[in-house]
């Protein structure tokens, strides 16, 4: 009898669930803002640590391995930890080293090239002074300059921007501090996760077991398994990928001459990262640096950056990153699309290691119940 009421029962539930979430969905969803907001610090921190997991675990297993010494294996995690660490912030600092220099010599040069601009349209102004006068009131009949009326519309702009310059400067503080706040948690949230994910691993293991269905539990290890085998690819794969892209950019752009090889070379190997159409928006950037020194260079190099990326598309990404998580061509362009509509860039990362997750476990039940 027990048996025959349940499967109504978890009906009841379930509609009744739904029709609470239909009709408290604005207030459910500003709750749900508002903690994704408040735990913000925690998942970055997360992702942060899974990131530098990939690298810390590499330094481990290089890290005297055969040693039996009890000295070494206690210092094994932080040293690694810290050398983790210390490779990403010398390979920051090396692609803003590599890119500052270059970036400001390209805003002074364009800037020189605005000052003859001013200089013709200031040239422009005096020439029309008369018609300037007889609409703003700032020239006197005898074409001198009407100092009152100057000071008046001066003090009027000020006072009129006073306050948003203000406000700007307060909410430009605020986001600083801000942004400082959720970086230093967020770095001390993941040391925390890498420190501990032993620890941590097995009270999860042991919680899940405990409250889940044996049946439930495999089914749910094998996809997170899946999951982070597919992230773990994805991260090597797009990493090294832009890493040969940029090196063959910054090559063919000194063999052609091209201005800026270093810099536009490293900012397309970090657009990179982004899947299919990062490269592309790299390129964009260096054409309009290159459009201030020469126009003809610019074009030369966007016609040289296409076929780079018809040589990179076509062998380089199917070998290093599509083979790697095991996904075709076709379904990695539909889900950097889909998942770039949605969520924009953050949504190009996570589309594809997801989109192979769910295609690795499709085709593994697809091959299951056909054996069977």
Same mark, same amino acid.
């Not at 029309?128 to 703003?136: F, M, T, V, Y």
């Given at each position: 009898m027990n048996q025959e009421w349940k499967g109504p029962l978890r009906l009841g539930v379930v509609l009744f669930g739904l029709y609470l979430a239909i009709h408290y969905w604005e207030k459910l969803?500003?709750?749900?803002?508002?903690?994704?907001?408040?735990?913000?610090?925690?998942?970055?921190?997360?992702?942060?640590?899974?990131?530098?997991?990939? @690298?810390? +675990?590499?330094?481990?297993?290089?890290?005297?391995?055969?040693?039996? +010494? *009890?000295?070494?294996?206690?210092?094994? *995690?932080?040293?690694?930890?810290?050398?983790?660490?210390?490779?990403?912030?010398?390979?920051?600092?090396?692609?803003?080293?590599?890119?500052?220099?270059?970036?400001?010599? +390209?805003?002074?040069?364009?800037?020189?090239?605005?000052?003859?601009? @001013?200089?013709? $349209?200031?040239?422009?102004?005096?020439?029309?002074?008369?018609?300037?006068?007889?609409?703003?009131?700032?020239f006197l009949a005898d074409g001198t300059v009407n100092w009152q009326e100057l000071a008046v519309k001066v003090v009027n702009f000020l006072l009129a921007g006073l306050g948003g310059v203000m406000g700007s400067l307060v909410s430009l503080a605020s986001a600083a501090v801000s942004t400082a706040f959720t970086a230093i948690v967020s770095v001390i949230f993941s040391i925390y996760l890498l420190m501990g994910k032993e620890t941590l691993a097995r009270q999860s293991a042991r919680v899940l077991k405990t409250y889940l269905k044996p049946s439930?539990?495999?089914?749910?290890?094998?996809? $997170?398994?899946?999951?982070?085998?597919?992230? *773990? *690819?994805?991260?090597?794969?797009?990493?090294?990928?832009?890493?040969?892209?940029?090196? @063959?950019?910054?090559?063919?752009?000194?063999?052609?001459?091209?201005?800026?090889?270093?810099?536009?070379?490293?900012?397309?190997?970090?657009?990179? @990262?982004?899947?299919?159409?990062?490269a592309y928006i790299g390129a964009g950037v260096g054409a309009f640096l290159i459009f201030t020194v020469s126009p003809v260079k610019a074009l030369l190099f966007l016609v040289f950056i296409s076929v780079l990326q018809q040589l990179e598309g076509n062998l380089i990404y199917p070998r290093v990153v599509g083979s790697s998580i095991g996904l075709p061509g076709i379904w990695v362009l539909a889900a950097v699309t889909i998942g770039g509509g949605v969520l924009g860039i953050g949504g190009m990362l996570l589309a594809v290691p997801l989109a192979a997750t769910f295609y690795q476990i499709l085709r593994d039940d697809v091959d299951r119940r056909n054996q069977a």
């Open positions: 969803s500003a709750l749900a803002v508002l903690a994704v907001s408040a735990g913000f610090p925690l998942v970055l921190g997360a992702v942060i640590a899974y990131a530098v997991n990939i @690298l810390m +675990s590499m330094y481990e297993r290089w890290y005297l391995p055969k040693s039996t +010494s *009890r000295a070494v294996a206690r210092s094994r *995690r932080p040293v690694c930890l810290l050398l983790a660490y210390a490779s990403l912030a010398a390979l920051v600092a090396l692609i803003v080293g590599m890119i500052l220099p270059e970036l400001i010599q +390209s805003v002074t040069l364009l800037l020189q090239e605005l000052v003859p601009l @001013l200089q013709k $349209l200031s040239v422009t102004i005096n020439e029309n002074q008369e018609q300037l006068a007889s609409l703003s009131g700032l439930w539990y495999s089914r749910l290890l094998y996809f $997170l398994e899946t999951l982070h085998n597919c992230f *773990r *690819r994805f991260v090597v794969g797009q990493c090294t990928e832009a890493v040969i892209l940029g090196l @063959l950019c910054m090559v063919g752009m000194l063999l052609f001459r091209f201005p800026y090889a270093s810099m536009v070379g490293t900012l397309i190997g970090f657009t990179a @990262l982004i899947p299919v159409a990062g």
